[in-house]
């Protein structure tokens, strides 16, 4: 498989919910329609003279459903059911309006898509709003990735109803420039690669000491400070929350570890000290700023665009430490929508594994349900720009071994000061570690009225 050059969905879902640069922002564009101007137009709707039934599915960016051709493919199959999207550029407007939509139980999609930063608040607070997909026909719990079938599951405070299923993930890989790693006379087979830094992320650390040791002053073994951070927080069964859903930030040691951990690729001179999707940044990937980037599987169609035709066969992906997970996003359909029990069909259908399987071999959103795995179409993958790397099977492992993670409303507000407020100032700004964690707490608990 060649995945497209293009930004995937999920850079689109992700890294815009989290605030990333305008020049990111505007990638996102293509592919995308206006809300329509009466919220009510969402709802399903009864059909026409020909006896069909519309329904209605509200998104965000380039989502990938209609793109991918699914959605004709549904109805070619279902004739008395027609399918209308509308889509929301940023999920920073879209999110929002999905909550007062909830509140109110009017104006509301058949189905809505949920973003991973989002879905903890909606299985929170909005479950007893949405019906419980876990029950809905075509459903197997078995087909998922239990992690990720634990995201859209509502606690059993909450009544423990599944009401989000998932679409894709993002598993991390680690995606590094095989010139760069020869001419530091670090190996450059992938598995050799990924075997330097196997089972730890000090050892990751260690491989960018002995590769700058060879490569000489100047050269950034990694992008940024923050963009390790979150790649080994990503690997973290416990990170902002406790699993009473308290925030835990501060006691947690795997959060200070993982601040402390990335801090020290800025104190030992290892980060090209950029703020990831921003222009410099960018501009990085064709410059060979850096040798390596922590890189979910989304973010290989964004390598491929940034660096360009001059970056073929210089990029390669291998394993990451340990496996993580940045990204995805999920269907839930509202118990008031007019077609509630056909919306649960469709949902069904548009996320079981050989749907999910087209959608990451025409789209590159890598599946959810790991049933999916064993798809030609999965597990054949190869990406020829990253030298034939075969990227389903680099990226099922990494996804069935990351841990179910707890979630809570508020992980974004966490995980971006982290970043943008503690991090980038010990990256960029040459301040003590500890002077970054305290900015960052209290911009934190300003921001959480803490």
Not at 95 to 113: C, E, K, M, R, V
Not at 342 to 369: I, N, V
Request: charged letters at 20%; hydrophobic letters at 40%; aromatic letters at 8%.
């Amino acid at each position: 498989m060649r995945a497209s050059a293009r930004v995937q969905a999920n850079v689109r879902r992700t890294l815009v919910s989290a605030g990333a640069a305008a020049a990111a922002a505007a990638l996102l564009l293509t592919g995308c329609s206006s809300d329509p101007a009466d919220s009510s137009e969402r709802g399903g709707r009864s059909g026409g003279k020909d006896g069909t039934t519309t329904l209605t599915v509200g998104v965000f960016g380039a989502f990938g459903l209609q793109e991918a051709g699914l959605y004709d493919e549904y109805t070619a199959q279902n004739p008395g059911i027609r399918i209308e999207q509308t889509s929301i550029e940023r999920n920073e407007n879209y999110y929002p309006q999905l909550l007062t939509h909830l509140g109110t139980g009017s104006g509301l999609a058949d189905i809505q898509a949920v973003e991973v930063n989002n879905i903890a608040e909606i299985t929170a607070t909005q479950a007893d709003k949405l019906v419980d997909l876990g029950k809905a026909p075509g459903v197997d719990r078995a087909a998922y990735l239990p992690w990720k079938w634990a995201q859209g599951t509502a606690s059993a405070a909450k009544g423990g109803a599944t009401v989000g299923l998932g679409t894709d993930i993002g598993p991390q890989g680690i995606c590094y420039r095989k010139d760069l790693f020869e001419a530091a006379g670090l190996p450059t087979d992938r598995t050799a690669v990924g075997a330097l830094w196997a089972d730890d992320w000090n050892k990751y650390l260690e491989a960018g000491k002995a590769y700058k040791a060879k490569a000489g002053a100047g050269k950034a073994f990694v992008d940024s400070a923050s963009g390790v951070m979150a790649a080994v927080t990503g690997s973290s069964a416990q990170r902002f929350y406790d699993e009473q859903g308290k925030v835990a930030y501060k006691t947690n040691p795997a959060v200070r570890g993982a601040f402390d951990l990335a801090a020290s690729f800025a104190t030992e001179g290892l980060s090209a000290k950029l703020q990831q999707f921003t222009p410099a940044w960018d501009q990085g990937f064709a410059n060979g700023t850096f040798a390596t980037v922590s890189c979910p599987a989304w973010m290989l169609g964004y390598i491929q665009d940034k660096a360009g035709p001059a970056g073929k066969d210089k990029w390669d992906v291998a394993r990451a430490p340990k496996p993580g997970n940045w990204g995805g996003s999920f269907l839930v359909v509202p118990k008031a929508g007019k077609h509630a029990e056909e919306a649960a069909k469709l949902a069904a259908w548009l996320t079981a594994p050989a749907q999910q399987a087209r959608l990451f071999e025409k789209r590159g959103s890598f599946p959810s349900a790991s049933a999916a795995y064993r798809l030609p179409a999965v597990s054949g993958a190869r990406h020829d720009y990253f030298g034939g790397a075969p990227i389903g099977e680099i990226f099922a492992r990494a996804a069935e071994g990351v841990p179910v993670t707890v979630l809570g409303p508020k992980d974004l507000v966490i995980a971006q000061n982290l970043a943008d407020i503690g991090m980038l100032q010990v990256d960029q700004k040459g301040r003590t570690p500890q002077e970054g964690w305290d900015a960052a707490v209290k911009a934190i608990d300003n921001a959480l009225d803490q």
